[in-house]
């Protein structure tokens, strides 16, 4: 067991890789309540063509990874909910585009759900029966967020960028691709991505680590693991450009919502310099959009956008794009506003007083952050994936210059990998 002493955080972090590859890290909060603990592997929605250990290329349908988060909480013996419930714990799971996660907090009891989840991940159970009962309500699931404006906003507009790229299609696949999916592939998939090699388990809040390592490594060493070789992730080329620079859809909305943004060319690099990226372009759409600027000011007085405007961005080595925007009673004026707005700072940068009030504001939040678990535990392990560290972010922050940012403001916003969606309804 290595211990990290993070001093500039005043933090100590646990971690231990034990011998079939699990790597298991573990943060001590002295008196927190609450325990927070992830079991993720590094499997998302965009993980449907790959290679192991040099052998055959394997195409799985769209949707298989969240199809499989789903499929995992069954047992023989029932649904693994009533046991977390049992020992007072909250469990739940999620898929992003790269990676998935089971969970749980508990304030009593840790180290019996810490044992459930451990076990329920590392068991599967999949009938021909129960895949073809989750077809259903999976579909049930995909038919809801169809008719969500927000959802189809969101990826309406990355599809309008991606042509090639994975993570351009639903987390959840599509009705017609699950429909393709069966126990078969489940195992594949599983026997790939949830070796312990592919995995991290991490553990914040009141707990001792010696007992947690103990419990882990007693609970892996009863457990058979061969060997895995590499995961060779296989992606289409993407092109420079976008797909289609407007998609529309159409819903019965009350008021229109519109979400564009830009799409940055492929080759992003990866660890501490993909981490430092995504910081200094952050810093800079705060800078520019957030809620205190000019630009969100002059746009919001002339009841374009609401407080439902807001900005984020995706980074990952494969693909990076940015997505703007809310509720709007106006989408093509406020894109044009938008866009004549930010060509003069585009000309002359974010000014360094901005620049700075901005920095300071994001090592804040960064700074707050790290009094949730939750938090603490999704975020390191995201970074963890990528390369990076969440407890290294302060030195990056302080090291971030206004050349840097006014670098990337202009090499971000390309009119040319422009892409928008808006959701409407057909009378508008």
């Not at 290679?51 to 199809?67: E, N, Q, S, T, Y």
Request: hydrophobic residues 35%.
């Amino acid at each position: 067991m290595d211990v990290i002493q993070i001093d500039r955080l005043q933090e100590k972090l646990y971690k231990e890789e034990l011998p079939n590859g699990l790597t298991v890290y573990v943060l001590p909060k002295p008196g927190f309540s609450k325990t927070y603990a992830t079991f993720t592997t590094d499997f998302g929605s965009v993980d449907n063509h790959f290679r192991l250990d040099g052998g055959k290329d394997i195409r799985v349908p769209d949707g298989i990874a969240h199809f499989l988060e789903h499929k995992m909480f069954e047992e023989p013996e029932g649904d693994i909910f009533a046991t977390f419930a049992s020992h007072g714990a909250s469990a739940n799971a999620f898929t992003g585009f790269e990676r998935t996660t089971y969970l749980f907090s508990a304030t009593d009891h840790v180290y019996e759900n810490l044992k459930t989840l451990v076990d329920f991940v590392q068991h599967p159970y999949f009938t021909d029966q129960n895949v073809e009962k989750e077809k259903g309500i999976i579909g049930q699931e995909i038919k809801m967020y169809d008719d969500n404006p927000d959802w189809r906003s969101y990826f309406g507009l990355i599809s309008a960028m991606y042509q090639e790229h994975p993570v351009r299609i639903d987390i959840a696949g599509t009705v017609e691709t699950i429909s393709h999916i069966d126990k078969e592939t489940l195992y594949e998939c599983y026997k790939t991505f949830y070796h312990p090699s592919n995995m991290i388990l991490f553990v914040v809040g009141g707990v001792e680590p010696e007992k947690v390592f103990d419990l882990v490594r007693a609970n892996q060493a009863a457990k058979n693991y061969e060997p895995q070789g590499a995961i060779e992730r296989l992606q289409p080329q993407e092109p420079a450009q976008v797909g289609q620079k407007k998609v529309v859809v159409h819903l019965p909305v009350s008021l229109p919502k519109m979400f564009f943004g830009f799409k940055e060319p492929s080759g992003t690099p990866v660890g501490e310099k993909l981490v430092r990226r995504e910081l200094a372009v952050k810093v800079m759409l705060d800078a520019l959009l957030g809620p205190s600027t000019p630009l969100y000011q002059s746009l919001y007085d002339e009841h374009l956008i609401s407080d439902s405007f807001g900005h984020e961005y995706n980074l990952s080595p494969d693909y990076a794009f940015s997505i703007i925007g809310g509720d709007t009673p106006d989408p093509d004026r406020l894109l044009a506003r938008f866009r004549e707005r930010i060509e003069p700072v585009l000309a002359s940068g974010i000014s360094e007083a901005d620049f700075e009030r901005t920095r300071r504001k994001r090592i804040g939040s960064y700074l707050r952050m790290l009094n949730s678990p939750e938090a603490i535990a999704n975020e390191f392990t995201r970074y963890r994936f990528s390369g990076g560290d969440l407890f290294e972010l302060l030195p990056l922050y302080d090291s971030l210059t206004l050349d840097e940012i006014n670098g990337l403001l202009r090499e971000h916003f390309d009119w040319n990998r422009l892409a928008v969606c808006i959701v409407r309804s057909e009378e508008a």
